[in-house]
């Protein structure tokens, strides 16, 4: 299959299986209808009746089952998109086998590797990978993608204009990787909250009015992330423009280094990574 556009608009179109309506499929989905790909040409399987009501509220057709009365062929699909849980992922892949048969297959499970995938369709060789984050609800995702060998130019095409739908993309040279940016851009969101609601806590505790300790943790994060993303100079320059001598930055940043902060956050997201081998472990297991 190809996708392939001309000024914004979708020209050649394909038809798309969802397996899966939660939130990340949402957010693809979401990301497709408003760049124009026709609601006609997507699909949502789904055991949640009110999952299913999002979606055909949307104009995308929905179902319990990929056949959905007796008789009925299965609908055909170019493309399949797994957006279930990791655990759930062998029931899900083995449930609709058959009509991945003659389709580009994309996972984005955390941490279930494609060699478990192909064995599951009994080798399948069209798989894709995605490792994306939650700021994709809004349009403002970074996704990891890796194919495997038999992936060709059109399938890489097709995978990487649904995932950028949802915001960005990189893609990997080895599946291994993927388990490095689970641990980073996956869980990272997490990280970023945490943050924020730590900064937040500090203002209140300063006197701050809980709304306005809100607004200016939030804002603060949201304004820095923009011009790290905008500037020439790195995070580690940009940090040291703010930093004057003997000022209040520089106090709160000794305050962090001497409590090893930096060192916590690289050994909590090596330990996320971790998780993310051992996921894969125990869920690709038959």
């Not at 996708?3 to 969802?18: E, H, P, T």
């Not at 493309?79 to 991945?100: E, H, I, L, W």
């Not at 499970?109 to 994709?136: K, S, Y």
């Amino acid at each position: 299959c190809s996708f392939l556009r001309f000024d914004g608009a979708w020209v050649f179109f394909v038809n798309i299986v969802f397996v899966g309506g939660g939130n990340m499929a949402a957010a693809l989905i979401g990301g497709m209808l408003q760049q124009g790909f026709p609601a006609a040409n997507l699909r949502v399987i789904d055991l949640s009746a009110p999952a299913r009501d999002r979606f055909a509220g949307l104009g995308v057709g929905a179902s319990e089952q990929w056949v959905d009365g007796p008789g009925q062929d299965p609908s055909p699909a170019d493309v399949v998109v797994f957006a279930v849980k990791p655990q759930n992922m062998k029931a899900a892949v083995s449930g609709v086998k058959s009509q991945c048969a003659g389709a580009l297959v994309i996972s984005i499970a955390a941490g279930i590797r494609c060699a478990d995938i192909a064995r599951w369709l009994g080798g399948h060789e069209r798989i894709v990978r995605v490792m994306p984050n939650t700021p994709a609800l809004i349009g403002e995702g970074v996704s990891g993608l890796f194919a495997t060998p038999g992936v060709g130019a059109d399938d890489r095409q097709a995978a990487n204009v649904i995932v950028t739908a949802a915001g960005k993309s990189v893609w990997l040279e080895d599946e291994v990787q993927l388990d490095s940016v689970t641990a980073v851009s996956g869980s990272g969101p997490g990280y970023v909250f945490y943050f924020i609601e730590a900064l937040e806590e500090a203002a209140t505790k300063l006197g701050l009015e809980a709304k306005a300790a809100r607004l200016l943790a939030i804002e603060t994060f949201r304004g820095a992330a923009q011009l790290a993303a905008i500037s020439e100079d790195s995070p580690a320059q940009l940090r040291a423009k703010v930093t004057s001598r003997g000022g209040t930055t520089q106090q709160a940043l000794a305050a962090m280094e001497s409590s090893e902060v930096s060192a916590l956050i690289v050994q909590a997201v090596e330990q996320a990574a971790q998780r993310a081998r051992e996921m894969g472990d125990e869920f690709g297991d038959d």
